[in-house]
């Protein structure tokens, strides 16, 4: 059974930088792209940073461009999102998901976790 679990989130002051990860188990976890989307009430979830098999393209939001990093341990199956420089905007529910190699499309996601960035 394909699980994404998420961890992490909380209250993180303007400037922090937390590290969520995401462990997956269930399948193969180096065959699949991955990536990071995030979701505020009202709009739509959003591609985050995606990365793939083997970590050597990383595309990224421009919002988070060279604040945030995608890294991911094919030997321990986690996915991690590096993010620095926080801001209040950044506030989101962010979820860790697999994408299907052939369609591109999202097929399984995490539960989510929320990162409040306060003011």
């Known amino acids: 059974q394909v699980q994404l679990v998420g961890s992490g989130g909380g209250l993180v002051p303007p400037g922090g930088s937390p590290r969520p990860p995401c462990g997956a188990s269930?399948?193969?976890?180096?065959?699949?792209?991955m990536g990071w989307y995030r979701q505020v009430p009202g709009k739509e979830r959003e591609m985050v940073a995606g990365?793939?098999?083997?970590?050597?393209?990383?595309p990224y939001l421009a919002d988070v461009k060279g604040r945030f990093t995608i890294s991911r341990d094919n030997a321990n199956s986690t996915l991690f999102l590096q993010m620095n420089s926080l801001k209040p905007e950044d506030t989101a529910v962010y979820y860790c998901?697999?994408?299907?190699?052939?369609?591109?499309?999202?097929?399984?996601w995490g539960q989510g976790i929320q990162v409040t960035v306060s003011s």
């Open positions: 998901a697999r994408v299907e190699p052939d369609s591109g499309r999202v097929d399984y």
């Open positions: 269930g399948f193969t976890f180096g065959n699949y792209l």
């Open positions: 990365i793939s098999r083997t970590s050597r393209s990383t």
